[in-house]
Antibody, heavy 119, light 112 residues
Framework: EVQLVQSGAEVKKPGESLKISCWGA????????VAWARQMPGEGLEWMGI??????ETKYSPSFEGQVIISADINIIYLQWSSLRASDSAIYYC??????????????WGQGTLVTVSS | DVVMIQSPLFLPVTLGQPASISCRSS???????????LTWFQQRPGQSPRRLIY???NRDSGVPGRFSGSGSGTYFTLKISRVEAEDVGVYYC?????????FGGGTKVEIK
């Protein structure tokens, strides 16, 4: 069974750094791009960026370029911040791109990681 | 960026009755491979999004047959033939033809 599993909830202070993770199970992780999406409290979904775990090629949405770093290691991808702000408080989801060819279509999602940034 | 507009924002429905959600895009969503990349997701309260329909009208494995997607060009529709209690949640359309990828604002389905 294909699954994306994410790291647990985090509570941080403004200015702190953070790295959350997502790993795949039930499929060959390197064969599928994985994206990160943000959902702020009570709001809709926004794509942040996408990474190819095989070679770490990354693409960012303009709104998030320079604000976060998406990276990959063997069988795991990361989303990191160097200096958090209160406005980064949200649920972050990873999602698997269904195919490496064609347009963008996401078939499996992680359970979400709640990030709370508060002084 | 491609703008995705969903309507209505809120959809109160009676159990057993049909429901319909529309999604309009600011550009045609045809990719270079000839396919139209319009996806519908369901997000139940407290859960992750779940893909229901991909490439306009393809229903995912395990998705009940009461869900159907249709449309072309810049106008798309998600229909639920007979709403059940488990269908409560927020439904999002998403375009996957252009970067940056964009979602509609969501339609909240509630039971009357």
């Amino acid at each position: 069974e294909v699954q994306l599993v994410q790291s647990g909830a985090e509570v941080k202070k403004p200015g702190e750094s953070l790295k959350i993770s997502c790993w795949g199970a039930g499929y060959r992780f390197a064969d599928y791009w994985v994206a990160w999406a943000r959902q702020m409290p009570g709001e809709g979904l926004e794509w942040m960026g996408i990474i190819n775990p095989a070679d770490s090629e990354t693409k960012y949405s303009p709104s998030f370029e320079g604000q976060v770093i998406i990276s990959a290691d063997i069988n795991i991808i990361y989303l990191q911040w160097s200096s958090l702000r209160a406005s980064d408080s949200a649920i972050y989801y990873c999602a698997r791109l269904a195919s490496a060819v064609g347009g963008y279509d996401f078939d499996y999602w992680g359970q979400g990681t709640l990030v709370t940034v508060s002084s | 960026d491609v703008v995705m507009i969903q309507s209505p924002l809120f959809l109160p429905v009676t159990l057993g009755q049909p429901a319909s959600i529309s999604c309009r895009s600011s550009q045609r969503l045809v990719y270079s491979d000839g396919n139209t990349y319009l996806t519908w997701f369901q997000q139940r309260p407290g859960q992750s999004p779940r893909r229901l329909i991909y490439k306009v009208s393809n229903r995912d494995s395990g998705v009940p047959g009461r869900f159907s997607g249709s449309g072309s060009g810049t106008y798309f529709t998600l229909k639920i033939s007979r709403v059940e209690a488990e269908d409560v949640g927020v439904y999002y359309c998403m375009q996957g033809a252009y970067w940056p990828l964009t979602f509609g604002g969501g339609t909240k389905v509630e039971i009357k």
